[in-house]
Nanobody, 123 residues
Framework: QVQLVESGGGLVQAGGSLRLSCAASGRTFSTYTMGWFRQAPGKEREFVAAITRGGGSTYYADSVKGRFTISRDNAKNTVYLQMNSLKPEDTAVYCC????????????????WGQGTQVTVSS
């Protein structure tokens, strides 16, 4: 089992940047594929990015491709989401998630979730 805690959210102007972190408990972090999802008010949870166990492969939603970068440091049990060129439509609660499956964009394939961190982008 793994516990996930996100940090790094906040209020930023359009065009700005934020870096989210997700710290995981336990000694088996490197066995999990990690993902970031977001949910805006009144909308369904949306896939943002995923990274494989060793960090060799990454996947992105079309809406964030070229602006966001997912990375991980297995020695620190942490996954990151660097968000650049932020837009008001990026406003949402961002959650990290872990799965023992291969990289997937589907929320129901993830076994563990953090509580989330709010990202608000003002125009």
């Amino acid at each position: 089992q793994v516990q996930l805690v996100e940090s790094g959210g906040g209020l930023v102007q359009a065009g700005g940047s934020l870096r989210l972190s997700c710290a995981a408990s336990g000694r088996t972090f490197s066995t999990y594929t990690m993902g970031w999802f977001r949910q805006a008010p009144g909308k369904e949870r949306e896939f943002v990015a995923a990274i494989t166990r060793g960090g060799g492969s990454t996947y992105y939603a079309d809406s964030v491709k070229g602006r966001f970068t997912i990375s991980r440091d297995n020695a620190k049990n942490t996954v990151y989401l660097q968000m650049n060129s932020l837009k008001p439509e990026d406003t949402a609660v961002y959650c990290c998630a872990a799965t023992t499956r291969v990289a997937t964009t589907l929320p129901y394939n993830y076994d563990y979730w953090g509580q989330g961190t709010q990202v608000t982008v003002s125009s």
